[in-house]
């Protein structure tokens, strides 16, 4: 399958970085030379120079011959008018990156507002959504759901005080099904067994039937407590997004911006969002607006210096939770191990949106990259061909660093033991690290 990427800045080379690993034959398009000057070094794909909306250089990458072209320069007109150029020459599909909310709205008020783009997406509006996942569940460092959401994964941290701390999976015995798929443990991802032990401070991956959530994290020895009061630093897109929908949501929301323009435009658009003028390094000015009582404090500023200090200065002030937004996915452990709660890539939630709609289909319901792109959790349709169908789960030879999380069987959820049978009709989720990600799906595939 062939992908032609426009756009090599982080979310290009992410997107780029991965459909290689899972061999796709992908070229990349860049019109600046020094983007790319290191590229070559840290992606096998093909490399071209120039304007991604020409024709001459479309059909340089061969686009007659391409399955998929995905604009993502930090061009909304560059990304759209390349879609539609790309759609002229067929069957090609399109995905096109937009950050301006106008265009996003237009697109869904009146459908041909941009003909031959297949896949919208905006990163703002992406960010958004998965950190107010976050906040509703404040305990969890990642939340996924499955199986038309009656299944949830949530990656959560084991407390020194917890129950199932030192002991053996084996020995966890719970009235509600689940399954630990994953434990992150200084840096390193483990495929757990039986005889595995969960040690204080582990970082796990626990599947388990999303109404049947709560009991487990309590049993896992992490209480869920409803976050209440929302503090932003940052007056751009992606915090008029996440204020809109925690607005619909009922929490009780305030916006720091220094710029007082910003304050002006944001105060215009949100209902009953407290737009505060201010300077979130000052202390005495988070004081008096209340910093100590908020329950999660997300700072989305444009600089990762400025989202540091700021979450580090609201996490001494009392603040029960922070999430802040990280410009390198690289840096998320740094921010970890320093004590911000939750840190996010935008720029690898884009990635993981359009690789979803890029494995759509061909028996792939969903794809999601986990533990900083670590570890892919892929959400598959078991059709009647598939060479695992009618067959027990303890009877087949997964690849090792793989295996089956859960079954979704007519509006039942299984969470599978070696007894259990797959069949066709049956979605199931498949846990994998990315290295084996590829052979774990083609050996239910075929």
Do not use: W
Not at 7 to 29: M, R, S
Not at 109 to 136: H, S
Not at 204 to 210: C, E, G
């Amino acid at each position: 399958m062939r992908v032609i990427i426009i756009g090599a800045g982080k979310t290009g080379f992410n997107i780029a970085k991965i459909l290689t690993e899972e061999n796709y034959d992908v070229v990349l398009i860049e019109k600046e030379e020094e983007q790319v000057q290191n590229l070559e070094e840290h992606l096998d794909v093909q490399i071209l120079i120039g304007n991604g909306v020409r024709r001459s250089m479309l059909e340089k990458a061969g686009i007659e011959e391409a399955d998929l072209l995905v604009a993502v320069t930090e061009s909304d007109e560059v990304n759209l008018i390349a879609c539609m150029v790309a759609k002229t020459y067929g069957t090609v599909r399109t995905v096109a990156r937009v950050r301006n909310p106008e265009y996003a709205f237009e697109s869904r008020r009146r459908k041909g507002t941009f003909p031959g783009i297949d896949f919208l997406i905006n990163p703002e509006l992406v960010t958004a959504k998965e950190i107010v996942k976050l906040i509703d569940i404040p305990e969890a460092l990642d939340v996924v759901y499955y199986a038309e959401g009656k299944i949830q994964l949530l990656e959560l941290k084991i407390p020194e005080t917890a129950p199932v701390a030192k002991r053996q999976i084996k020995d966890l015995k719970l009235d509600y099904p689940f399954l630990i798929v994953a434990i992150v443990r200084e840096g390193d991802i483990i495929i757990p067994r039986g005889n595995d032990f969960i040690n204080p401070d582990d970082i796990i991956f626990v599947l388990a039937k999303t109404k049947e959530m709560i009991e487990v994290e309590r049993f896992l020895g992490t209480e869920r407590k409803r976050a209440e009061r929302v503090m932003i630093l940052g007056g751009n897109y992606a915090s008029y997004h996440l204020a809109r929908i925690l607005e619909s949501k009922k929490y009780a929301v305030k916006i720091i911006e220094k710029n007082y323009n910003k304050c002006v435009e944001l105060a215009k658009h949100l209902d009953n969002t407290m737009v505060l003028h201010g300077d979130a390094t000052d202390i005495n000015f988070l004081t008096n607006e209340g910093i100590g009582d908020v329950d999660v404090f997300v700072c989305l500023a444009d600089d990762d210096k400025l989202n540091l200090l700021v979450s580090l200065i609201a996490k001494n002030s009392g603040v029960k939770r922070t999430i802040a937004q990280v410009g390198r996915s690289d840096y998320i452990a740094l921010m970890e191990n320093v004590g911000i709660d939750v840190g996010i890539s935008p720029r690898t939630l884009t990635a993981n949106k359009i690789l979803r709609f890029i494995h759509k289909g061909h028996d792939i319901i969903s794809v999601a990259l986990l533990s900083n792109e670590n570890a892919e959790m892929t959400e598959l349709l078991i059709s009647k061909k598939s060479p695992v169908a009618h067959r027990k789960l303890k009877d087949l030879n997964f690849p090792a660093g793989s295996l089956v999380g859960s079954i979704y069987r007519k509006n039942q959820v299984i969470i599978p033991k070696g007894e259990d049978v797959i069949k066709p009709g049956d979605s199931v989720t498949i846990f994998a690290l990315p290295e084996v990600a590829t052979k774990a799906i083609k050996y239910i595939t075929g």
